[in-house]
């Protein structure tokens, strides 16, 4: 039987910070993604702001 070479541990924390590296390229993308949302629906609602405020804004006739 043949034994393998290093140590187990050592694989393991090799896998370990592996998976912690792709949880956190996870992360920063979803987090990216929220702050997009995030943005996207402020823009959204200033934009509503303004042109509500336009039409209550009265509109006059240059003489």
Known sequence: MK??????????SV???KWQQ???FILCESE???TNV???AK?????QSVQSERKL????AEE
Do not use: D, H, N, V
Request: charged share 25%; net charge positive.
């Open 38 to 40: 995030f943005f996207c």
């Open 57 to 60: 804004t009265p509109r006059f």
């Open 32 to 34: 990216a993604a929220a």
């Open 3 to 12: 034994r393998l070479s290093g140590r187990p541990g050592k694989l393991c």
């Open 15 to 17: 896998a370990k910070a």
């Open 22 to 24: 792709q949880m956190f």
């Open 43 to 47: 823009a959204k609602r200033q934009q």
